[in-house]
């Protein structure tokens, strides 16, 4: 039991949210994200657009977060950031950022794997969230990832299965995209389900070995079939935009729920904990939950907020490494490809 208050300023930047983070141990005290709303009109993101609005909102996030925190950044214990993976422009403006602060602070610096983050982020200490116990399967799902991995420690993971080509974030969107609905579209897509037969339509799933996964035959598939159908009648999509949401979501969602299985029949691990922002999905939380009734797993998911892109899963990764000392020097390097355990 650590009795001493250990705080962190923990900083994620490696996509297109900026977001600062104060943590005392394992309590968020602030966690202040930054959207950039710019890349709403290119739909998707443009990554030098991002870093130049990283430059922009970094300072402003911190300070708020400190502030929210009610805290003096000479009262820090030591800095945390994303090292690595995301986009290069985005993560050198955090780690430049957080490199300066520790060394004009003369705090330790540590860097975290955002993957790691996502997976650690069901150890922030919230009455609404329970923690899950070792071993347990982590399976991170968002815009930029889909993996399934095996956790057996802190800073024991063996990634099982991963994707080959698109993450599942991304077939979300690009779907919703060919469906003509606006970026970020997996949450309408989500929402639009909801009102639809999630049968209608049939799309095929990919046949991938073992626990990867592949997206872009399914994306393709779905490309076709709305050229098709808008075809012999040019108000398909808006006519049955509910149900092409449902059976697009079903399918993607059998996809997941399929590895999952057979993750849970190879390890013979029965605690399931999910992370990254597709988490939010109503469907994903419906299927586990049904999951835990059905097959007696028992399910994980965080807070809406410690799903998406955050600092606070950094700050959580950042504190558990100080209590290990593992620290970094100046001489760190922002990784675009960081794989979990190297």
């Given at each position: 039991?650590?009795?001493?208050?250990?705080?962190?300023?923990?900083?994620?930047?490696?996509?297109?949210?900026?977001?600062?983070?104060?943590?005392?141990?394992?309590?968020?005290?602030?966690?202040?994200?930054?959207?950039?709303e710019?890349?709403?009109?290119?739909g998707?993101?443009?990554?030098?657009?991002?870093?130049?609005?990283h430059?922009?909102?970094?300072v402003?996030?911190?300070?708020?977060a400190?502030?929210?925190a009610?805290?003096?950044?000479?009262?820090?214990?030591a800095i945390?950031?994303?090292r690595?993976?995301?986009?290069?422009?985005?993560?050198?403006?955090g780690?430049?950022?957080?490199?300066?602060?520790?060394?004009?602070?003369?705090?330790?610096?540590?860097?975290v794997?955002?993957?790691?983050?996502?997976i650690l982020?069901?150890?922030?200490?919230?009455?609404?969230m329970?923690?899950?116990?070792?071993?347990?399967?982590g399976?991170?799902?968002s815009?930029?990832?889909?993996?399934?991995?095996?956790?057996?420690?802190?800073?024991?993971?063996?990634?099982?299965?991963?994707?080959?080509?698109?993450?599942?974030g991304?077939?979300?969107?690009?779907?919703?995209?060919?469906?003509?609905?606006?970026?970020?579209?997996?949450?309408l897509?989500?929402?639009?389900?909801?009102?639809?037969?999630p049968?209608?339509?049939?799309?095929?799933?990919?046949?991938?070995?073992?626990?990867?996964?592949?997206?872009?035959g399914?994306?393709?598939?779905?490309?076709?079939?709305?050229?098709?159908?808008?075809?012999k009648?040019?108000?398909?999509?808006?006519?049955?935009?509910?149900?092409?949401?449902?059976?697009?979501?079903?399918t993607?969602l059998?996809?997941?729920?399929?590895?999952?299985?057979?993750?849970?029949?190879?390890?013979?691990?029965q605690q399931?904990?999910?992370?990254?922002?597709?988490?939010?999905?109503?469907?994903?939380?419906?299927?586990?939950?049904?999951?835990?009734?059905?097959?007696?797993w028992?399910?994980?998911?965080?807070?809406?907020?410690?799903c998406?892109?955050?600092?606070?899963?950094?700050?959580?990764?950042g504190?558990?490494?100080?209590?290990e000392?593992?620290?970094?020097?100046?001489?760190?390097?922002?990784?675009?490809?960081?794989?979990?355990?190297?």
């Open positions: 039991m650590v009795n001493k208050k250990i705080y962190i300023l923990a900083i994620e930047s490696s996509c297109d949210d900026t977001s600062a983070a104060i943590l005392c141990n394992t309590k968020v005290l602030s966690n202040v994200v930054a959207t950039q710019i890349h709403k009109q290119y998707g993101v443009v990554p030098e657009l991002a870093s130049r609005a430059q922009q909102n970094i402003p996030v911190v300070h708020q400190l502030a929210k009610n805290i003096d950044k000479k009262q820090l214990s945390a950031f994303t690595g993976p995301g986009l290069m422009g985005s993560l050198l403006v780690a430049s950022f957080a490199k300066s602060l520790s060394l004009g602070l003369n705090i330790p610096l540590i860097e794997n955002h993957m790691e983050a996502h982020a069901h150890f922030i200490d919230d009455e609404s329970t923690v899950p116990e070792f071993p347990f399967l399976m991170t799902i815009g930029g990832h889909t993996q399934i991995v095996r956790v057996n420690n802190y800073f024991d993971m063996e990634v099982l299965g991963e994707t080959l080509d698109d993450a599942v991304e077939a979300f969107d690009k779907s919703a995209k060919l469906m003509g609905l606006p970026y970020p579209g997996g949450p897509v989500d929402k639009n389900a909801q009102l639809g037969n049968r209608a339509f049939d799309f095929p799933k990919p046949k991938v070995e073992g626990l990867n996964f592949s997206f872009s399914l994306k393709t598939s779905i490309l076709y079939f709305l050229q098709r159908e808008t075809k009648n040019p108000d398909f999509v808006a006519e049955n935009i509910n149900d092409i949401c449902a059976s697009v979501q079903y993607i059998e996809i997941l729920m399929d590895k999952l299985k057979l993750a849970v029949k190879q390890t013979g691990i399931i904990a999910i992370g990254g922002g597709v988490a939010a999905n109503s469907g994903i939380r419906e299927r586990l939950k049904e999951a835990e009734e059905t097959l007696g028992k399910t994980y998911i965080p807070k809406f907020q410690y998406t892109d955050n600092a606070a899963m950094i700050g959580i990764v504190y558990l490494k100080f209590l000392k593992q620290f970094t020097d100046q001489s760190v390097g922002a990784k675009a490809r960081y794989a979990i355990g190297s």
